[in-house]
C-alpha cells in the first residue's frame, strides 16, 4: 500500500514563496497521477495542481503562480508556490491516482485514493 507524506507548510507573508513535498512510501505503481489539493476553514477540498502522464494541470486561481513537478529518480513531488496570496491560506493535501486522469477528471477528488495527512500553510496581509 501506498503511503504519502506532505511537508513544507509553514507561516509566511504575501509575496512569499513556499515549497510542498509529497513523498510516497511503499510501491507506487509506475504511472501514477499526483495531485495537491487544499482546504481552508470551513470550506471544501479543492483542487489546486495535478502530474499526470507528463501533464500538469493547475486550478485557475494558482496557475502562473504555482508549478508542480516530478523529483527525478524519486517518488516526491514538488508544489512550488510563488507570489502567495493571504487567499492561499488553508490544509494543502496531497493525493494519488493509480494512474492517468485527463484534464477534467485529475480535478475531481473522489478518484484520488491515497491521501497525505496535509500541511498547512498560512500567508499573512
Known amino acids: 500500500q501506498v503511503r504519502l507524506g506532505d511537508s513544507g507548510g509553514g507561516l509566511v507573508q504575501a509575496g512569499d514563496s513556499l515549497s510542498l513535498s509529497c513523498v510516497a512510501s511503499?510501491?507506487?505503481?509506475?504511472?501514477?497521477?499526483v495531485g495537491w489539493f487544499r482546504q481552508a476553514p470551513g470550506k471544501e477540498r479543492v483542487f489546486v495542481a495535478s502530474?499526470?502522464?507528463?501533464?500538469?494541470y493547475y486550478a485557475e486561481s494558482v496557475k502562473g503562480r504555482f508549478s508542480i513537478s516530478r523529483e527525478s529518480g524519486t517518488n516526491t513531488v514538488i508544489l512550488q508556490m510563488n507570489s502567495l496570496k493571504p487567499e492561499d491560506t488553508a490544509d494543502y493535501y496531497c493525493?494519488?491516482?493509480?494512474?492517468?486522469?485527463?484534464?477534467?477528471?485529475?480535478?475531481?477528488?473522489?478518484?484520488?485514493?491515497?491521501w497525505g495527512q496535509g500541511t498547512q500553510v498560512t500567508v499573512s496581509s
Open positions: 502530474i499526470s502522464g507528463g501533464h500538469t
Open positions: 511503499g510501491r507506487p505503481p509506475a504511472r501514477n497521477t
Open positions: 493525493a494519488t491516482i493509480d494512474g492517468i486522469c485527463t484534464a477534467t477528471s485529475c480535478r475531481d477528488r473522489r478518484l484520488y485514493r491515497n
